[in-house]
Nanobody, 124 residues
Framework: VQLQAFGGGAVQAGGSLRLSCAASGRISSSHAMAWFRQAPGKERDFVAACRPGGGCTHYADSVKGRFTVSRDNAKNTVYLQMNSLKPEDTAVYYC??????????????????WGQGTLVTVSS
């Protein structure tokens, strides 16, 4: 499984960006897909996740109501729509995948596959 994230960039506070993560290889609807982010000098944190086959309802508290995760299984792509961006959202955003769901979906260690990351910079 290979993942490629893109769509990052620089935006002012209050703006929006849409990230995409294209999966290739032995990816299927049985894979859970997630987004994480890592700010400079900090650990990689969970942002949002979709269950295998759909069910994109898992969010970190810090992004609830502002970010929307979705997936298109026909295109093997997961998206992260980010609205009302804040300077504290500045980070490198990574997409991740694992086979099947897990109750510890917010832990980086549970994901076997990672994309290369895309930088999001939000200025005040």
């Amino acid at each position: 499984v290979q993942l490629q994230a893109f769509g990052g960039g620089a935006v002012q506070a209050g703006g929006s960006l849409r990230l995409s993560c294209a999966a290739s290889g032995r990816i299927s609807s049985s894979h859970a897909m997630a987004w994480f982010r890592q700010a400079p000098g900090k650990e990689r944190d969970f942002v949002a996740a979709c269950r295998p086959g759909g069910g994109c309802t898992h969010y970190a508290d810090s992004v609830k109501g502002r970010f929307t995760v979705s997936r298109d299984n026909a295109k093997n792509t997961v998206y992260l729509q980010m609205n009302s961006l804040k300077p504290e959202d500045t980070a490198v955003y990574y997409c991740a995948a694992r086979l099947y769901w897990t109750v510890i979906y917010s832990k980086t260690s549970t994901y076997a596959y990672w994309g290369q990351g895309t930088l999001v910079t939000v200025s005040s």
